[in-house]
């Protein structure tokens, strides 16, 4: 399945919380490089991916985005303002949703508690290195040996940049 601008939906997290975060690609400094979520329509794609069904949504993109952002500052620092304001963003939505069916919102928040009311889970959290990736995943190898969200995306053109700096260095020694 694919996003409404083609790109492929990718799910590599492991966990709820981890694949909504990397909806979006970021930069080092936390900044969105690729938004993969224009509407609401591609968080409907991407749920359908997901096989999450009849949750309720937030009320705008922009809502959703907003919320992700205080998600994932949330699962990389623990911080507390940020776990406040995700509480509020659940109460914001579910007053005006009236809700009777779960919000995406409130199982993404039970999805991130439970990774980090969890030391041996939250320890496996990673972010992968790659350039203008910062995609969060669940480390579930037995040796915590996985770096790369993907191989395919991440690991190979790590690899390509090593190859290429390596060749740079050979010739600028001979
Ligand atoms: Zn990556």
Redesign the pocket.
């Known amino acids: 399945m694919s996003y409404s601008n083609d790109h492929p939906i990718r799910l590599i997290g492991g966990r709820l919380a981890l694949d909504l975060v990397n909806t979006a690609?970021w930069s080092e400094d936390s900044e969105v490089v690729h938004e993969k979520i224009e509407s609401l329509e591609d968080l409907g794609v991407w749920l359908q991916a997901f096989g999450l069904s009849d949750v309720a949504l937030p009320a705008t993109a922009e809502a959703f985005r907003a919320f992700r952002a205080d998600l994932r500052q949330f699962l990389r620092s623990e911080d507390r303002p940020h776990l406040l304001r995700l509480q509020r963003e659940v109460g914001a939505w579910t007053a005006n949703g009236g809700i009777a069916r779960p919000s995406l919102s409130g199982l993404a928040i039970m999805s991130a508690f439970s990774i980090v009311a969890d030391p041996r889970e939250l320890g496996r959290v990673k972010t992968?290195?790659?350039d203008n990736?910062?995609?969060m995943f669940v480390d579930e190898t037995k040796n915590s040996r996985r770096t790369?969200?993907?191989m395919e995306?991440?690991?190979n053109r790590a690899k390509a940049a090593r190859h290429y700096q390596k060749i740079r260095e050979e010739r600028n020694i001979s």
Do not use: E, F, K, V
Request: negative net charge; proline residues 8%; glycine residues 24%.
């Open positions: 690609d992968c290195p790659g990736c910062g995609w790369w969200c993907l995306t991440c690991g």
